[in-house]
């Protein structure tokens, strides 16, 4: 998909370039949703459509991660391998004709974390018992914060695409939709205390995610802050 967008975005600025019609932007910036960079061109005087990339390196850490529910829970100690940044497509009003602007668009939160874990207690999830010895091995899975293009609104400051040539100062507020998903898997032994067969866990596993999907319901609205500089060509 970015690389799509990319291809897109660079054949409209060869277009552009070619009709001596619009002029465009480059930009660096840093914030809430990792580093990158924003593409920009004037559609009107006062409107920009823009495309920021940004990402971010996280070094692998162990986690503890609490599973179960509220009045049983176990602990599960996890390796996560994070990586974390955005795509966007948005559309920038400069409402004033200066450099204070609305944005609209859509964003998709490519944060994720990819886990192994052993689980160190027993556990109880809507009412169904899980042991340490019903596992063969680890738990695996993976956090994702966004699968799909989410809506975002937010404010901001900096020179337009269609402002004469220079550099100038960006600063961005707003705020996006999250659509975390969480995905567990696990191999049973069906010698185990309870008996599982492979089913029964993949099923009270499913409930897990269920469960830590809702907590992070709780996040859905991620606040953006970014800072950064512009050129316009």
Request: charged share 20%; proline share 1%.
């Amino acid at each position: 998909m970015r690389k799509i967008i990319g291809t897109g975005f660079f054949s409209l600025l060869l277009f552009v370039s070619n009709a001596n019609a619009l002029d465009f932007g480059v930009g660096v910036k840093a914030g809430t949703l990792g580093a990158g960079v924003d593409l920009s061109v004037a559609l009107t005087r006062t409107i920009n459509a823009r495309i920021a990339l940004t990402s971010v390196d996280i070094d692998s850490q162990s986690e503890r991660i609490t599973i179960g529910d509220e009045s049983n829970q176990g602990e599960l100690d996890a390796r996560l391998d994070a990586s974390y940044g955005a795509n966007a497509l948005l559309f920038d009003w400069y409402v004033f004709d200066g450099t204070f602007h609305l944005t609209a668009g859509m964003v998709k939160n490519n944060g994720r974390a990819d886990l192994t874990g052993t689980l160190l207690d027993d556990f109880v999830i809507d009412g169904q018992a899980v042991a340490t010895d019903d596992i063969n091995g680890n738990i695996g899975g993976s956090v994702s914060l966004g699968d799909s293009y989410q809506p975002y609104l937010g404010i901001g400051w900096g020179r337009k695409a269609s402002e004469d040539s220079g550099l100038s100062l960006s600063v961005e507020i707003g705020v996006a939709l999250l659509a975390p998903k969480v995905d567990l898997n696990a191999s049973v032994n069906t010698g185990g205390t309870n008996g599982l067969s492979q089913q029964e866990l993949d099923d009270r596993l499913n409930a897990a995610q269920r469960d830590a999907e809702a907590d992070l319901d709780e996040l859905e609205l991620f606040p953006v802050l970014s800072v950064g500089l512009n050129y316009a060509f």
